[in-house]
């Protein structure tokens, strides 16, 4: 049963190619479960921010809709007065031009999903999660404390301090993701605790940006994960091409897999991502978010200030969110970066999903080095799933991928890494043909 459908008023009849047709800045239509909404003025005050919606426009979004919410009868009551219409007697359920099957059987993995509560979440999980977060906290100021300010116990905690930026980025997702609690407004309040105060990010800031990757994952200016496209890297092989035959060059991208070491992995985070949160929410007045950031900044100080002065205190922060920045660009990075990347080409959720995420082989050491984002495939199907319940659920993603023909790709760690450098030194090689040549 689709959401708004119980509405008893008589509903009007739309073809897809109408549907289609509202896809623009003034008008936008959407579909889910063949009941077609209007979201033209909705869409700039939507929970999720205007862009994650807009990104369906004139497209059914309705496994998208059941992926990213956990609630939807609340979710209903906000479709319903947004309803104006249904799909015509004649139209198919899935647009003409994705596939039936593929999409029957996914809808059915996820009902298999469900009735096999693999997307509830076992809370005791999380809370170790937490809890050996806070130790590596405790280890590190303690390494300081005890052994004093020399470059040895300075560069321990720097590392130790590290990992829990990495560890509470894994934690502060599966909180942004809804996969904790069983309501949205939980889940929403620990997150703005682990982001902003384990973290010192604003919550609104990676909602407004990571549920559009979900959504349009490696789709350009869909997907915010590319936008270094084509300011600083030439991504993907067709996008690159274009590139190179319209003659546009931002950077020299025949050498990109050699700068990405400069201006990938160590700059990311103290380089960019530190100064722009802060313009973020000042920008969109989130200050509770402003808030919470605060006061992870003001418990480093104070906790290390004593021990280390101004400049060491400095240095180590800056520090940390370096050893930080190269742990999140690559392990992020690895399942995106060498797949498929163009424009939204609207195909159905199974595929796109397939063509721009990959997997990294399990083992202990990558589930907890990864967050197990090593299960991305999994994780971009299901966003909601908690993650300890992601290799329960793989083998029958396999299965489905392998009925279909669609490539389930399963690298080791290492690979995964390599792939990034490799995909980027041939993206490179193809703009520069098609710059000289074409």
């Known amino acids: 049963m689709g959401a708004g459908s119980d509405d008893s008023r008589a509903l009007a009849r739309y073809t897809w190619p109408e549907v289609q047709l509202r896809s623009g800045r003034e008008e936008k239509w959407l579909v889910i479960d063949r009941k077609v909404y209007n979201i033209s003025e909705f869409c700039k005050r939507h929970p999720g921010g205007v862009r994650v919606i807009s990104h369906y426009a004139g497209q059914d979004a309705t496994d998208a809709f059941t992926a990213f919410h956990i609630d939807k009868q609340l979710v209903g009551r906000y479709l319903k007065p947004l309803l104006i219409g249904e799909l015509a007697p004649g139209q198919p359920s899935v647009e003409p031009n994705k596939s ?84 949205s407004r939980w889940n929403h309040v ?51 091409i274009e590139l190179g035959v319209q003659k546009k060059k931002h950077m020299p991208y025949q050498h990109q897999h050699k700068y990405f070491f400069l201006i990938g992995p160590p700059a990311l985070l103290p380089l960019y991502f530190q100064w722009y949160i802060f313009y973020f929410a000042v920008q969109r007045r989130q200050w509770l978010d402003l808030a919470w950031m605060l006061s992870f900044y003001l418990r480093f100080s104070l906790s290390y200030l004593p021990l280390l002065g101004g400049p060491a205190t400095l240095a180590l922060f800056f520090l940390v969110r370096f050893i930080e920045s190269n742990w999140f660009v690559w392990v992020t990075q690895m399942n995106h970066i060498p797949m498929d990347i163009d424009r939204d080409r609207n195909k159905d959720w199974l595929t796109m999903q397939l063509e721009a995420t990959c997997n990294v082989e399990q083992s202990l050491f990558n589930d907890w080095f990864t967050g197990h984002l090593n299960f991305q495939i999994e994780h971009h199907l299901f966003p909601t799933m908690p993650r300890h319940n992601y290799s329960q659920i793989a083998p029958l993603v396999k299965s489905l991928c392998e009925k279909h023909g669609l490539q389930y790709q399963n690298k ?14 041939e993206s490179g090689e193809l703009w520069l043909d098609a710059y000289l040549h074409k």
């Open 100 to 183: 039936l099957s593929i999409t029957e059987d996914f809808r059915e993995l996820r009902v298999t999903v469900e009735r096999a509560g693999l997307l509830k979440p076992r809370k005791l999980f999380f809370l170790l999660a937490l809890c050996h977060i806070l130790l590596l906290e405790a280890a590190a100021w303690l390494t300081v404390w005890v052994c004093g300010a020399s470059w040895l116990p300075f560069l321990v905690t720097a590392v130790l301090l590290g990992t829990v930026q990495a560890q509470a980025g894994w934690l502060q997702h599966d909180f942004g993701h809804l996969s904790v609690f069983g309501t």
């Open 190 to 240: 620990v997150h703005k605790f682990v982001i902003g105060h384990l973290k010192g990010a604003p919550a609104s800031w990676w909602n407004y940006l990571h549920f559009q990757h979900h959504a349009k994952p490696n789709c350009f200016r869909k997907d915010p994960d590319i936008n270094m496209h084509p300011l600083l890297f030439a991504l993907g092989k067709t996008l690159a």
């Open 412 to 425: 080791t760690l290492t690979g995964a890494f390599s792939d990034i450098v490799l995909s980027l030194k």
